[in-house]
């Protein structure tokens, strides 16, 4: 029997944080192995480890996996997550590439200076509310049905409403008038998997603060 997953990154959200989420709405425990200092880094660099040079990376069956894409087709492809056919998949990449256009707004938003926060903050809510709500919430609302493609759960509604949530993050109101989005939020939230991962104790990482951005820094030499 293969062992847990094992996941490389530093103790924050990053770019391994929809890597977690989707691991755990499948229901796969997991281990993390935390990138503490540079030496850390350098080690799993030295010993060949990392294809790229970087992390994320995932120990999964047997493979070493890097980039975060690659993660999270064979975790959805493994868990059918990823759709019944070539249509559907179509489909949730187009779907998953929008919303990961806008998460990596999100993600990159406290590593902007002081002065450029505000600007940085309105641009992200403009695009959330104007072009990437109002498309998923269409979609939603095309079809009637709870789950976005196929009428049954796939990453695309996992990493959706973990983008959800990372934006009620910055603003609450943004999802005031997308209903259904806030329901997907509300059905996905409930699914026993999920509900646990949100729990307080989970694997799930808090939004970062201005000590994990230094500390990412002196490791990663940003």
């Given at each position: 029997?293969?062992?847990?997953?094992?996941?490389?990154?530093?103790?924050?959200?990053?770019?391994?944080?929809?890597?977690?989420?989707?691991?755990?709405?499948?229901?796969?425990?997991?281990?993390?192995?935390?990138?503490?200092?540079?030496?850390?880094?350098?080690?799993?660099?030295?010993?060949?480890?990392?294809?790229?040079?970087?992390?994320?990376?995932?120990?999964?069956?047997?493979?070493?996996?890097?980039?975060?894409?690659?993660?999270?087709?064979?975790?959805?492809?493994?868990?059918?997550?990823?759709?019944?056919?070539?249509?559907?998949?179509?489909?949730?990449?187009?779907?998953?590439?929008?919303?990961?256009?806008?998460?990596?707004?999100?993600?990159?938003?406290?590593?902007?200076?002081?002065?450029?926060?505000?600007?940085?903050?309105?641009?992200?809510?403009?695009?959330?509310?104007?072009?990437?709500?109002?498309?998923?919430?269409?979609?939603?609302?095309?079809?009637?049905?709870?789950?976005?493609?196929?009428?049954?759960?796939?990453?695309?509604?996992?990493?959706?409403?973990?983008?959800?949530?990372?934006?009620?993050?910055?603003?609450?109101s943004l999802t005031a008038n997308f209903p259904l989005l806030k329901a997907l939020k509300t059905r996905i939230s409930n699914l026993p998997t999920v509900k646990k991962f949100l729990q307080p104790g989970s694997q799930r990482k808090p939004p970062v603060t201005a000590e994990a951005i230094e500390a990412a820094r002196k490791v990663f030499?940003?």
């Amino acid at each position: 029997m293969a062992g847990k997953p094992k996941l490389h990154y530093f103790n924050a959200r990053g770019r391994m944080e929809s890597i977690r989420w989707l691991l755990a709405a499948a229901g796969v425990e997991f281990e993390e192995k935390f990138i503490a200092s540079p030496e850390d880094l350098d080690k799993l660099r030295n010993d060949g480890r990392l294809m790229f040079q970087q992390v994320p990376m995932v120990e999964i069956d047997g493979m070493e996996l890097a980039q975060t894409r690659a993660i999270l087709n064979y975790i959805a492809s493994k868990h059918n997550l990823y759709g019944k056919d070539l249509k559907e998949r179509a489909l949730i990449d187009m779907y998953i590439e929008g919303m990961a256009d806008l998460n990596e707004m999100i993600i990159m938003f406290p590593m902007h200076p002081p002065a450029e926060k505000d600007a940085k903050l309105a641009f992200i809510k403009e695009k959330t509310t104007n072009r990437y709500f109002p498309a998923f919430e269409k979609v939603l609302k095309s079809h009637g049905q709870d789950y976005l493609v196929g009428n049954r759960l796939s990453r695309a509604d996992i990493h959706l409403v973990e983008l959800i949530y990372n934006v009620e993050e910055l603003d609450p109101s943004l999802t005031a008038n997308f209903p259904l989005l806030k329901a997907l939020k509300t059905r996905i939230s409930n699914l026993p998997t999920v509900k646990k991962f949100l729990q307080p104790g989970s694997q799930r990482k808090p939004p970062v603060t201005a000590e994990a951005i230094e500390a990412a820094r002196k490791v990663f030499k940003f």
